[in-house]
């Protein structure tokens, strides 16, 4: 006798009011789990999680543009993951894109960029764009299966606090990745 396991019910949907806690606890857990060697520690421990709660809250319910979009990723009822995408020059830009650390490799990123670039098409955009922390070599994975490439653009971003020695405001970097689309 066979044994069949139930598929999971996984979708990406528009996100909704309500959801801005799911969101905001899954960008948390995954800049924890993935960008404390690059941001340090001590910074992320001093994020505001009732703040970042509230901007995701203002970014579903008024949205600067209506091509402004966020985007969830479900597994049944749960939000896992999320991507925020905005309008650029040629393009869409995704400003975010996290999946919880414990439902990654489950197809939930790489569902959320297509529905990205899916979005992006119906504008008429040309290119899909991002930005990839110094040292994130996960990231850059993903997004070169994606289909995504670095395309020479850099960017320092503002201090993330100080070098693990004490020395001094630590640099963080990106690189730009794009394609079109």
């Known amino acids: 006798m066979a044994l069949f396991r139930e598929t999971a019910d996984v ?27 690059v ?18 809250a203002q970014a579903i ?15 049944g009822p749960h939000v896992v993951g999320f991507a925020a995408s905005a309008p650029a020059e040629d393009g869409v830009e995704v400003v975010a894109l996290e999946v919880d650390p414990d439902h ?3 197809g939930h990123g790489s569902r959320l960029l297509a529905a990205c670039v899916d ?12 930005w990839v922390l110094d040292g994130d070599t996960a990231r850059e994975e993903f997004l070169g299966a994606a289909g995504l490439g670095p395309d020479g653009s850099r ?4 201090s993330a ?3 693990e020695d004490g020395t001094g405001p630590r640099s963080v970097g990106e690189r730009r990745w794009a394609a079109e689309i």
Do not use: K
């Not at 899954?26 to 924890?32: E, I, Y």
């Not at 319910?61 to 597994?75: F, G, M, N, Q, Y």
């Not at 979005?119 to 991002?130: C, N």
């Open 155 to 158: 960017r320092d971003l503002a």
């Open 39 to 56: 941001l340090g520690e001590a910074v992320l421990e001093q994020l505001d999680a009732d703040a970042v709660q509230e901007q995701w």
């Open 61 to 75: 319910s008024a949205p600067p543009t209506r091509e402004h979009r966020v985007l969830v990723a479900c597994d």
């Open 161 to 163: 606090g100080p070098e």
């Open 11 to 37: 979708s990406v949907r528009p996100a909704t009011p309500g959801d801005e806690a799911a969101i905001a606890r899954t960008q948390l857990r995954a800049w924890r789990s993935h960008h404390a060697d």
């Open 104 to 106: 990654q490799r489950g």
């Open 119 to 130: 979005l992006a098409r119906e504008t008429g955009a040309d290119h899909v764009r991002t």
